[in-house]
């Protein structure tokens, strides 16, 4: 079980990165998108729930009017459900070309956080104000820059990282809607959920050392039950409203973690 809680607390430790300096501007874009984006679809949701419920009652009698305290309940159960499975495929999609800057930032301040700093070497003199603010302006307009140009390539990545993971879905739903073989689907889901996430979040340290995903399933496969730890406290934080807004960055940061304390070792053997 060792390997299961380290790989856990990863997830953990990158909840208490999230706001470093120099880490927040790729944790605060994707995520006002993202809170856009879905706060957004949950309004049209609700209008759309009003149309229907209209819609429904116009078609039965006036005395059974109070099914709308029924049918009302049910549209929005209905409406949650599919906002909760759809936002992480899609805030992913969204935050994917930050997802690689916020991984190589993490790992440069880790990197430097190892390296003893002489008490002595002081700077020749400080920086002004106006140089200060310049170099911010141009750092701003770097990563803007650096996150355009990765657009491409970061969703080719997520879609070979769906590629793996779509067939095996589609073989799990089938499973569990046998009666009999459905009784061990849930157990198979959560196993797969808890493995597909490790590869997601992963991918993105990996894919800034230019390992492909299938090199990375294997490397994974060498930890397996770090991974497992990793990949299945993420998806108990994904369940969790609100707090799954944060889970994304936090475990961009955990994988990063991951990567440098256990899988590039063996990347490098």
């Known amino acids: 079980m060792a390997g299961f809680i380290t790989g856990a607390g990863y997830l ?40 229907t419920v209209e819609s ?28 909760f499975y759809s936002f992480s495929m899609v805030a992913n999609l969204i935050a994917s070309p930050f997802n690689g800057l916020l991984s190589e930032r993490v790992e440069q301040k880790l990197s430097q956080a190892l390296i003893p700093h002489s008490p002595t070497h002081f700077p ?37 990282k769906l590629s793996y993971f779509i067939p095996r879905a589609l073989l799990l739903l089938v499973l569990s809607m046998i009666p009999g073989v459905n009784i061990i689907a849930m157990p198979l889901w959560y196993l797969f959920s808890a493995w597909f996430l490790a590869i997601q979040y992963c991918d993105y340290p990996t894919d800034n050392h230019n390992i492909s995903v299938p090199e990375l399933r294997k490397l994974l496969a060498q930890r397996r039950l770090s991974s497992m730890g990793f990949g299945s406290v993420t998806l108990l934080f994904t369940m969790i409203p609100f707090i799954n807004l944060m889970v994304i960055p936090a475990a961009v940061i955990g994988a990063t973690m991951f990567w440098m304390e256990e899988l590039e070792e063996l990347a490098a053997r």
């Not at 429904?56 to 949650?80: D, N, Y």
């Open 12 to 51: 953990l430790k990158g909840f208490k990165m999230l706001n470093q300096p120099g880490l927040r501007r790729f944790v605060a874009v994707p995520l006002a998108l993202n809170i856009l984006l879905f706060g957004g679809l949950i309004w049209l949701g609700f209008g759309w729930i009003d149309q």
């Open 56 to 83: 429904m009652l116009s078609w039965i009698p006036g005395w059974l009017s109070f099914l709308s305290w029924v049918i009302w309940p049910l549209l929005f159960l209905s409406l949650m459900i599919f906002v």
């Open 124 to 160: 020749a003199h400080s920086p002004s104000d106006a140089t200060a603010q310049n170099a911010s302006a141009a750092n701003q307009s770097a990563t803007i820059t650096a996150v355009l140009a990765s657009v491409p390539h970061s969703l080719g990545r997520e879609a070979s």
